[in-house]
């Protein structure tokens, strides 16, 4: 019943509406603002890996909304918790004035499936903070580490500094465009904010020459996506582990794209055996249908830093977006994502070095799991996405010279098999 046409406007329409795609294009352009490059397509419906147009073609989903719907789209056990939460009278937003169960085993369920975090502050257990957008967990981890520094390091408030990283990608929000390598992030958005020094990502010796007296933390995606897919050297984490320790500073790590299966492990720093102080995840942790973010970090670090009154959020960890919570992760586990990205990652990049192999077109290959990057040798990546939506495939350049390939993480065989067929049409005519 519910992948039926809905009836409304009396007439049957595939999704929600019955507006045509060039009325949807042209209110786009009158009422909205203009600040994204947008596909040519009007999606009508989205279900697994697939999403569709309104006149039913079918497009295979190798973005994922930047790894928001690593569950694929609509997965039945998150929707039937919406359903249920909705037809039960316990989704709406309730004021953080009282308490709600959905919170509660959110945040219980969320803490117990990230490890102990800061583990040189003891093993206390970890605490979540719940939010919205991902930029949000992305500031508060920002107050975490700045308050850490004031609180714990003794520097003067205001003097604090963080270690960032050159084309980082972590929102878009006055303070974290602060420290954007990216021009059109900032300008004309001034005062900008300051207590952020960049440098060189994968650069070890880069990050230890900028420490000084007032640096209170290191803010890290363990693999850039918006940034051009990069990948760090091997041990690069591990030695910004060794750095935090040893100048006593805490170690964050933004992994709202790679957290959550998308590299082939339910966390990217189990890549290399380390675990950080705190850690940021977004995106699929709804599975993709409610905005829901979290910083997590050491109970101990939590309770430093944030108390009565010292933050807050009206919908962040509302019982409707902790419902969907709490059936992504339990996704997650009982399909072994993480798992099947790793497996069908492997597999798949291997094919897609045999066709750069072949292909004029293809600089190079890179990435970890369902989390693969195609750098093209004429850095106009956008041309190929467009090719390879002709064919059916959603994609989207990173950093304008990659093709990001990030599919649902239960992305069948059949379907890969389908990206294939495209890839080659694209790189070997």
């Known amino acids: 019943m519910l992948n039926m046409p809905t009836v409304l406007f009396d007439s049957p329409v595939r999704g929600f509406s019955n507006v045509t795609d060039r009325d949807a294009y042209a209110m786009e352009q009158s009422s909205g603002a203009n600040h994204y490059d947008r596909l040519q397509v009007v999606v009508r419906t989205a279900?697994?890996?697939?999403?569709?147009?309104?006149?039913?073609?079918?497009?295979?989903?190798c973005l994922a909304a930047y790894s928001a719907a690593n569950l694929g789209h609509h997965h039945p056990k998150v929707v039937n918790a919406i359903m249920k939460a909705l037809a039960g009278n316990y989704a709406s937003v309730i004021s953080n004035v009282v308490y709600t169960d959905p919170l509660a085993l959110f945040l219980s369920k969320t803490a117990g499936f990230v490890p102990q975090?800061?583990?040189?502050?003891?093993?206390?257990?970890?605490?979540?903070?719940?939010?919205?957008?991902?930029?949000?967990?992305?500031?508060?981890?920002?107050?975490?580490?700045?308050?850490?520094?004031?609180?714990r390091k003794n520097i003067p408030d205001g003097k604090q500094e963080i270690i960032v990283f050159d084309n980082n990608f972590h929102g878009r929000m006055i303070t974290v465009i602060s420290f954007s390598s990216k021009p059109k992030y900032r300008e004309g958005f001034g005062p900008l904010t300051p207590g952020f020094v960049s440098v060189e990502f994968g650069n070890l010796d880069a990050v230890k020459t900028?420490?000084?007296?007032?640096?209170?933390?290191?803010?890290?995606?363990?693999?850039?996506?918006?940034?051009?897919?990069?990948?760090?050297?091997?041990?690069?984490?591990?030695?910004l582990r060794k750095i935090a320790d040893d100048n006593d500073?805490?170690?964050?790590?933004?992994?709202?794209?790679?957290?959550?299966?998308?590299?082939?492990?339910?966390?990217?720093?189990?890549?290399?055996?380390?675990?950080?102080?705190?850690?940021?995840?977004?995106?699929?942790?709804?599975?993709?249908?409610?905005?829901?973010?979290?910083?997590?970090?050491?109970?101990?670090?939590?309770?430093?830093?944030?108390?009565?009154?010292?933050?807050?959020?009206?919908?962040?960890?509302?019982?409707?977006?902790?419902?969907?919570?709490?059936?992504?992760?339990?996704?997650?586990?009982?399909?072994?994502?993480?798992?099947?990205?790793?497996?069908?990652?492997?597999?798949?990049?291997?094919?897609?070095?045999?066709?750069?192999?072949?292909?004029?077109?293809?600089?190079?290959?890179?990435?970890?799991?369902?989390?693969?990057?195609?750098?093209?040798?004429?850095k106009d990546?956008?041309?190929?996405?467009?090719?390879?939506?002709?064919?059916?495939?959603?994609?989207?350049?990173?950093?304008?010279h990659t093709i990001r390939i990030s599919p649902p993480l239960n992305i069948s065989n059949d379907e890969t098999d389908f990206l294939i067929k495209g890839l080659e049409k694209v790189f070997l005519s």
């Open 47 to 61: 279900k697994g890996s697939w999403i569709t147009d309104n006149s039913g073609k079918r497009y295979l989903d």
């Open 117 to 151: 975090l800061g583990p040189r502050f003891g093993s206390n257990g970890n605490k979540v903070m719940p939010k919205n957008g991902g930029v949000e967990s992305v500031e508060t981890a920002i107050k975490m580490a700045r308050y850490y520094g004031w609180k």
């Open 210 to 239: 900028a420490i000084t007296k007032n640096t209170c933390g290191i803010l890290v995606e363990p693999m850039q996506g918006e940034g051009g897919m990069n990948i760090p050297p091997p041990g690069f984490l591990k030695g």
């Open 249 to 378: 500073l805490l170690l964050m790590l933004d992994e709202i794209q790679v957290g959550l299966g998308r590299t082939g492990k339910n966390f990217c720093f189990e890549h290399e055996n380390i675990v950080p102080d705190g850690l940021i995840l977004g995106k699929a942790l709804s599975g993709g249908l409610i905005p829901l973010s979290v910083f997590v970090t050491n109970a101990k670090l939590m309770d430093i830093a944030f108390n009565k009154g010292s933050d807050g959020s009206t919908f962040g960890g509302y019982p409707l977006a902790c419902v969907a919570g709490v059936a992504a992760l339990e996704v997650l586990q009982e399909e072994q994502l993480a798992k099947e990205s790793e497996i069908k990652g492997k597999k798949l990049k291997q094919v897609i070095m045999k066709i750069a192999d072949q292909s004029k077109h293809v600089k190079e290959v890179r990435g970890k799991g369902l989390f693969i990057g195609i750098e093209v040798e004429n």
């Open 381 to 400: 990546a956008m041309m190929f996405c467009r090719k390879l939506l002709d064919l059916g495939i959603i994609v989207n350049d990173s950093h304008g």
